[in-house]
């Protein structure tokens, strides 16, 4: 019970792990759903494409709580919180616009968050299992890039999002494997 009053430094890197784990729930069951409506864009695929940023800022906030309280560094969680909310809000907008539209806002949006990721995920490399923030935050630069020029070619499709997505999802269960568990007094 102390634990929840009071954090200890090493509540950081238990709240990581928790956290990781539900994102890459939530990463694979998006996905799944993305891909099965990806040929189009229509209500749902919109719907799910806002939602994606939208889950993002609630869990940088969680993210945000949890290190605060233990002295860690945040700068980083509040450009994340900045940059998916704009994004939310420009995937709203392209969704109007079509397929192309969505794949620069989301490839902006890749590239962008794709760095802050790494720069977080260097700078808490001391907590263990971040190398894979650090893999994730740079290969999401690469496919920012890549949604960025697929927006301009013909048959662009939403399907990529779904694997980008699910890579991104495995990256945060290596790195939610790789965190220190709670201690047996606290579980």
């Given amino acids: 019970m102390d634990t929840l009053v ?30 099965a409506s990806a040929g189009t864009l229509g209500p749902l695929s919109a719907t799910l494409l806002v939602i994606y940023p939208v889950f993002d800022v609630a869990c940088a906030v969680v993210d945000i709580r949890s290190t ?40 902006v949006w890749a590239v962008t968050a794709g760095i802050v990721q790494l720069v977080v995920g260097a700078v808490r490399r001391r907590l263990g299992g971040q190398w894979a923030m650090i893999a994730s935050g740079s290969l999401s630069t690469l496919a920012g890039a ?34 220190p568990r709670a201690p047996a007094a606290s579980r």
Avoid: E
């Fill in 6 to 35: 009071n954090p200890t430094p090493t509540s950081t890197p238990v709240a990581l792990r928790k956290l990781y784990f539900l994102r890459f729930g939530f990463a694979v069951a998006w996905a799944a759903l993305l891909f």
């Fill in 68 to 107: 605060r309280a233990n002295g860690g560094p945040v700068r980083g969680l509040y450009v994340n919180v900045a940059l998916s909310t704009l994004t939310a809000v420009g995937l709203a907008a392209a969704a109007a616009s079509g397929i192309p539209a969505v794949l620069r806002v989301w490839g």
């Fill in 146 to 179: 890549s949604f960025f020029a697929q927006a301009g070619k013909d048959g662009a499709s939403l399907g990529n999002l779904a694997g980008y997505a699910v890579l991104g999802g495995i990256f945060f269960l290596a790195s939610a494997l790789r965190l």
